[in-house]
């Protein structure tokens, strides 16, 4: 019924905008027909799901920005985060919710998955995460290959991950691009897009490029040849961008006609979003070196990196990437099960931390998806180990702000404060316990899974009438 | 030669010189007893005393108050010792792709005591592993070994511990295609280990021909088919898991282990009426492949629920599935069973199933709990030994206090501050 409404709304709208028709006098000098490349071709159809203005009270809450309230409150209004405190206003009619000796948090964001592109049943029919097929496929785009029906996303939403950034593979240099979903499931790929989010620039350093081509016979087979790629790539886009510039500027100034309009290559409008600032770099880089060769790199070309990702080595150079305010994305503990991931410790995460650098929690894999809480508490008592304490509050930062940083969606998400996005885990103990599971996980103020109320937990088309179906996971 | 036994043995044996007393921590033995406060006295590397016992004069004293206790963990599977470095470096010794060898590829001389993994494993209070190498040209991978991973030059306490079977997705795979093919090769291999039982003077030579075993396999397999070595097979799927259990009808001395079991849960009753032990993940809940459509965290908790003996554990790898994290897996199942309609574990079944019950699925009565008689594997944790931020302060293995340093913990302390002063952080401080 709503829908319906809206619907009718939109088309109301649209009739409004319909020119009055021309009147015979006074014909303006039309402005030049100006090409440009479509910004957003496959636009979000993510709409947000019913929720109720809703209180959850006496909770630990952590609010995501470095605070805590115990026997804290918040008030979810409208999908927005309304108020978060010691205590909130109720308002008449709110559904509210004792939590005593539970903990609310902002919902995770994993700023590194691969769901629906390398989906479950891992089969390879359904493999569509990474075109190896030349080290240069800044072309493709990850959100192409998502399979909505993946049953790892049922998955995530009950470990409390709210937003996740799917990535093409690290096959190639320029991987593809990535997009940032809410966890909701829909129909389609673009049902899922969180609504105005950047998409990314997946590059990767390394073992892989240098291995999947090298075996080839083909370029890169090297890491020398990995930048050498990656340099005459950059230098190509800075020439397109040029030309794009160029022509922008002289067809605004009547000189260009639209068949004057440079012919379009999909891998550098990748490339070239990147130099516009439109989008995001997440490279995949294990190792210090390399970093420091890709951030020298970004200074010759103008782009920023935005986040190393895996980053098992970005202790060894935490004060560069705080000068550079790069991101880290990293695992807790993962090491050795290749040569760039040997250097790993389990102290990497607290220490980037403690050097004034961004360090985020991410996942990589459909399984560490679900607890990257977990995932932070180990980081967090190897740091403590070692003398680095660090609050837990503060540390909820790996899990949502510091990640949502690295997408450009801090200012919609990734903490509690008034306005934001109501993307919120209701947890049945302290989530940096190994006891402790998300209890109910709202996104834009709606219940999205409730581990007591089968109603609220979603089952993907793949797993109907299979023998797993409706189960608690 | 008598030379080198002997200082083998010299280094290999525990140091009995004094009694240990560790004393003031919250004992868990790895039995179903809830923990409790108690001393615990090791005498020759073995557990003497456990309980409210005084102290001898002259024992070395372990203080553990404020701490929890604990037997070692048990890996009841893994790779630990065979590789440094997994992918792309020679010092990975699991899989053998290029072999004509399957069934008698032995694990033990691939063991290293020296690779970093075990040092790393040991620091997070794992004592005592299975290792198994991987199956790859044949459904067959070849003879495991039980380990320790006490400091000191060899880590092997038994070998031919059991063969190594892949009877599910991946047998059908290496077989050729199908799940048949897997059956068929497998009989295949167990009757040629017949034959060669039967009339060892006439068995053909070798012989090497595409899909067929070697002597040396046909070898390794007799001690499999006579049931004096465990088989380990690995299946997800219910209905393979039945086919396995049913193996027992035409060889009925089988001494059958499964490993996987994603959908155990469906079959547990079957299962726990054939005694056949199972190691399992407790985090498997995605249908990762179609045999484990109905892959669920409560899958070990119906099946003990059910009355089968699961130990927790995977052949393991140095990224989600890590040895080391063996505690974090079991704290997961309590979680699990605090779900609503989740199926876990107790707290005390946690830890047994990651000390206790490896132990005894492997047949190694003389470890896994704090029991008098035991050797004396015992470890000290800061905190719970479950929970995600505790760690050991102490391990024993055989009664002596292990190394807990590692590769890791030097490259921690030579980055912890990232000073540049008169040289290179390479060089010592």
Same mark, same amino acid.
């Given at each position: 019924?709503?829908?319906?409404?809206?619907?009718?709304?939109?088309?109301?709208?649209?009739?409004?905008?319909?020119?009055?028709?021309?009147?015979?006098?006074?014909?303006?000098?039309?402005?030049?027909?100006?090409?440009?490349?479509?910004?957003?071709?496959?636009?979000?159809? &993510?709409?947000?799901?019913?929720?109720?203005?809703?209180?959850?009270?006496?909770?630990?809450?952590?609010?995501?920005?470095?605070?805590?309230?115990?026997?804290?409150?918040?008030?979810?209004?409208?999908?927005?985060?309304?108020?978060?405190?010691?205590?909130?206003?109720?308002? @008449?009619?709110?559904?509210?919710?004792?939590?005593?000796?539970?903990?609310?948090?902002?919902?995770?964001?994993?700023?590194?998955?691969?769901?629906?592109?390398?989906?479950?049943?891992?089969?390879?029919?359904?493999?569509?995460?990474?075109? @190896?097929?030349?080290?240069?496929?800044?072309?493709?785009?990850?959100?192409?290959?998502?399979?909505?029906?993946?049953?790892?996303?049922?998955?995530?939403?009950?470990?409390?991950?709210?937003?996740?950034?799917?990535?093409?593979?690290?096959?190639?240099?320029?991987?593809?691009?990535?997009?940032?979903?809410?966890?909701?499931?829909?129909?389609?790929?673009? !049902?899922?897009?969180?609504?105005?989010?950047?998409?990314?620039?997946?590059?990767?350093?390394?073992?892989?490029?240098?291995?999947?081509?090298?075996?080839?016979?083909?370029?890169?087979?090297?890491?020398?040849?990995?930048?050498?790629? !990656?340099?005459?790539?950059?230098?190509?886009?800075?020439?397109?961008?040029?030309?794009?510039?160029? &022509?922008?500027?002289?067809?605004? !100034?009547?000189?260009?006609?639209?068949?004057?309009?440079?012919?379009?290559?999909?891998?550098?409008?990748?490339?070239?979003?990147?130099?516009?600032?439109?989008?995001?770099?997440?490279?995949?880089?294990?190792?210090?070196?390399?970093?420091?060769?890709?951030?020298?790199?970004?200074?010759?070309?103008?782009?920023?990196?935005?986040?190393?990702?895996?980053?098992?080595?970005?202790?060894?150079?935490?004060?560069?990437?705080?000068?550079?305010?790069?991101?880290?994305?990293?695992?807790? !503990?993962?090491?050795?099960?290749?040569?760039?991931? &040997?250097?790993?410790?389990?102290?990497?995460?607290?220490?980037?931390?403690?050097?004034? @650098?961004?360090?985020?929690?991410?996942?990589?894999?459909?399984?560490?998806?679900?607890?990257?809480?977990?995932?932070?508490?180990?980081?967090?008592?190897?740091?403590?180990?070692?003398?680095?304490?660090?609050?837990?509050?503060?540390?909820?930062?790996?899990?949502?702000?510091?990640?949502?940083?690295?997408?450009?969606?801090?200012?919609?998400?990734?903490?509690?404060?008034?306005?934001?996005?109501?993307?919120?885990?209701?947890?049945?103990?302290?989530?940096?316990?190994?006891?402790?599971?998300?209890?109910?996980?709202?996104?834009?103020?709606?219940?999205?899974?409730?581990?007591?109320?089968?109603?609220?937990?979603?089952?993907?088309?793949?797993?109907?009438?299979?023998?797993?179906?409706?189960?608690?996971? | 030669?008598?030379?080198?036994?002997?200082?083998?043995?010299?280094?290999?044996?525990?140091?009995?010189?004094?009694?240990?007393?560790?004393?003031?921590?919250?004992?868990?033995?790895?039995?179903?007893?809830?923990?409790?406060?108690?001393?615990?006295?090791?005498?020759?590397?073995?557990?003497?005393?456990?309980?409210?016992?005084?102290?001898?004069?002259?024992?070395?004293?372990?203080? +553990?108050?404020?701490?929890?206790?604990?037997?070692?963990?048990?890996?009841?599977?893994?790779?630990?010792? %065979?590789?440094?470095?997994?992918?792309?470096?020679?010092?990975?010794?699991?899989?053998?792709?290029?072999?004509?060898?399957?069934?008698?590829?032995?694990?033990?001389?691939?063991?290293?005591?020296?690779?970093?993994?075990?040092?790393?494993?040991?620091? *997070?209070?794992?004592?005592? +592993?299975?290792?198994?190498?991987?199956?790859?040209?044949?459904?067959?991978?070849?003879?495991?070994? %039980?380990?320790?991973?006490?400091?000191?030059?060899?880590?092997?306490?038994?070998?031919?511990?059991?063969?190594?079977?892949? %009877?599910?997705?991946?047998?059908?795979?290496?077989?050729?295609?199908?799940?048949?093919?897997?059956?068929? +090769?497998?009989?295949?291999?167990?009757?040629?280990?017949?034959?060669?039982?039967?009339?060892?003077?006439?068995?053909?030579?070798?012989?090497?021909?595409?899909?067929?075993?070697?002597?040396?396999?046909?070898?390794?397999?007799?001690?499999? =088919?006579?049931?004096?070595?465990?088989?380990?097979?690995? #299946?997800?799927?219910?209905?393979?898991?039945?086919?396995?259990?049913?193996?027992?009808?035409?060889?009925?001395?089988?001494?059958?282990?499964? $490993?996987?079991?994603?959908?155990?849960?469906?079959?547990?009753?079957?299962?726990?009426? +054939?005694?056949?032990?199972?190691?399992?993940?407790?985090?498997?809940?995605?249908?990762?492949?179609?045999?484990?459509?109905?892959?669920?965290?409560?899958? $070990?908790?119906?099946?003990?629920?059910?009355?089968?003996?699961?130990?927790?554990?995977?052949?393991?790898?140095?990224?989600?599935?890590?040895?080391?994290?063996?505690?974090?897996?079991?704290?997961?199942?309590?979680?699990?069973?605090?779900?609503?309609?989740? =199926?876990?574990? *107790?707290?005390?079944?946690?830890?047994?199933?990651?000390?206790?019950?490896?132990?005894?699925?492997?047949?190694?009565?003389?470890?896994?709990?704090?029991?008098?008689?035991?050797?004396?594997? =015992?470890?000290?944790?800061?905190?719970?030994? %479950?929970?995600?931020?505790?760690?050991? =302060?102490? #391990?024993? $293995?055989?009664?002596?206090?292990?190394?807990?340093?590692?590769?890791?913990?030097?490259?921690?302390?030579?980055?912890?501050?990232?000073?540049?002063?008169?040289?290179?952080?390479?060089?010592?401080?």
């Amino acid at each position: 019924m709503r829908k319906l409404v809206l619907g009718l709304a939109l088309l109301a709208a649209a009739c409004a905008k319909t020119p009055p028709p021309k009147a015979a006098s006074a014909t303006p000098p039309r402005p030049a027909e100006v090409v440009s490349i479509p910004r957003d071709p496959f636009p979000s159809t &993510y709409h947000a799901y019913p929720g109720v203005t809703t209180v959850i009270r006496g909770a630990t809450v952590y609010d995501g920005e470095g605070h805590k309230f115990i026997g804290g409150a918040v008030r979810l209004e409208n999908g927005k985060v309304a108020e978060v405190g010691q205590t909130v206003a109720i308002p @008449a009619g709110a559904t509210v919710i004792d939590a005593a000796g539970k903990w609310l948090t902002p919902g995770i964001i994993d700023i590194h998955s691969h769901l629906g592109v390398y989906p479950s049943p891992a089969v390879e029919a359904n493999s569509d995460g990474n075109e @190896a097929t030349g080290p240069n496929r800044s072309e493709v785009w990850a959100e192409h290959s998502i399979w909505p029906q993946d049953p790892g996303f049922t998955r995530a939403i009950a470990g409390g991950v709210t937003t996740l950034h799917i990535l093409p593979g690290s096959a190639n240099l320029f991987g593809g691009r990535g997009v940032t979903l809410k966890n909701v499931l829909g129909r389609t790929a673009q !049902d899922m897009k969180f609504p105005g989010a950047l998409p990314s620039l997946k590059m990767a350093c390394g073992e892989n490029p240098k291995r999947v081509y090298g075996s080839k016979n083909q370029m890169p087979a090297t890491r020398m040849g990995n930048i050498a790629v !990656d340099r005459q790539a950059w230098s190509d886009a800075v020439n397109y961008k040029r030309k794009w510039d160029d &022509y922008t500027q002289r067809a605004k !100034d009547g000189k260009a006609k639209p068949t004057d309009a440079p012919r379009r290559e999909l891998a550098n409008d990748t490339l070239m979003g990147v130099l516009n600032g439109e989008i995001l770099v997440q490279n995949h880089c294990y190792r210090a070196d390399e970093m420091a060769n890709v951030i020298a790199m970004s200074h010759e070309f103008g782009y920023k990196v935005s986040t190393f990702h895996h980053a098992v080595e970005s202790y060894k150079i935490a004060d560069l990437l705080a000068k550079e305010g790069i991101c880290s994305a990293m695992w807790a !503990d993962w090491w050795g099960f290749k040569m760039e991931s &040997y250097d790993g410790i389990r102290e990497n995460i607290p220490l980037v931390h403690n050097a004034g @650098a961004c360090a985020i929690v991410h996942s990589d894999d459909p399984d560490g998806i679900q607890r990257l809480n977990q995932e932070a508490a180990k980081a967090l008592a190897a740091g403590r180990r070692v003398g680095i304490v660090i609050a837990p509050e503060v540390a909820w930062q790996w899990l949502s702000l510091n990640p949502a940083k690295g997408l450009h969606i801090d200012d919609r998400t990734g903490s509690l404060k008034a306005g934001k996005m109501g993307d919120v885990v209701l947890w049945n103990g302290d989530p940096f316990s190994v006891y402790a599971r998300a209890e109910k996980v709202w996104i834009d103020g709606a219940v999205m899974y409730d581990a007591a109320d089968p109603a609220r937990r979603a089952t993907t088309d793949f797993e109907l009438g299979q023998p797993g179906r409706g189960d608690v996971k | 030669m008598k030379r080198l036994a002997l200082l083998l043995l010299l280094t290999a044996a525990p140091v009995f010189a004094s009694t240990i007393a560790i004393t003031g921590g919250r004992v868990a033995t790895g039995t179903d007893t809830p923990p409790t406060d108690a001393t615990i006295l090791i005498r020759d590397g073995r557990i003497v005393a456990v309980g409210a016992v005084a102290v001898p004069a002259g024992a070395t004293v372990i203080d +553990a108050t404020g701490k929890w206790v604990t037997p070692g963990i048990v890996a009841a599977m893994s790779r630990v010792g %065979l590789s440094e470095v997994d992918e792309g470096t020679p010092s990975n010794d699991a899989a053998a792709r290029r072999s004509p060898f399957s069934a008698g590829l032995d694990v033990v001389p691939a063991l290293n005591a020296a690779a970093s993994p075990i040092a790393v494993t040991r620091q *997070s209070g794992v004592t005592r +592993a299975a290792v198994a190498p991987e199956a790859t040209r044949t459904i067959f991978g070849g003879r495991g070994a %039980l380990i320790t991973l006490a400091n000191g030059p060899d880590l092997l306490t038994r070998a031919h511990a059991f063969q190594v079977v892949e %009877l599910g997705e991946q047998g059908a795979r290496i077989a050729g295609g199908s799940r048949p093919a897997a059956y068929a +090769a497998f009989e295949e291999g167990l009757a040629e280990a017949r034959d060669l039982a039967a009339n060892r003077a006439r068995y053909r030579s070798f012989e090497p021909r595409e899909a067929q075993l070697t002597r040396l396999d046909a070898e390794a397999l007799v001690p499999v =088919v006579e049931g004096r070595e465990p088989l380990v097979v690995h #299946v997800e799927r219910a209905s393979d898991i039945l086919s396995v259990l049913r193996l027992r009808q035409h060889y009925p001395a089988l001494k059958l282990i499964l $490993i996987g079991a994603d959908e155990g849960w469906l079959v547990a009753r079957e299962i726990a009426a +054939a005694h056949v032990p199972v190691i399992a993940l407790s985090l498997e809940d995605r249908p990762e492949e179609f045999e484990s459509l109905a892959a669920t965290k409560s899958n $070990i908790g119906r099946m003990v629920a059910a009355g089968v003996t699961v130990a927790i554990g995977s052949y393991g790898d140095g990224t989600g599935n890590q040895t080391r994290n063996l505690p974090q897996f079991a704290g997961n199942t309590v979680a699990q069973g605090r779900l609503p309609g989740g =199926v876990g574990l *107790s707290w005390t079944q946690a830890l047994a199933s990651i000390t206790s019950v490896p132990a005894k699925i492997w047949g190694m009565t003389d470890t896994g709990t704090l029991s008098i008689g035991k050797r004396a594997d =015992v470890v000290v944790w800061d905190g719970d030994p %479950l929970e995600l931020a505790s760690a050991p =302060v102490a #391990v024993l $293995i055989d009664g002596v206090v292990q190394p807990l340093a590692t590769r890791q913990t030097e490259l921690r302390d030579r980055y912890v501050r990232l000073q540049h002063d008169t040289l290179p952080l390479q060089y010592p401080k």
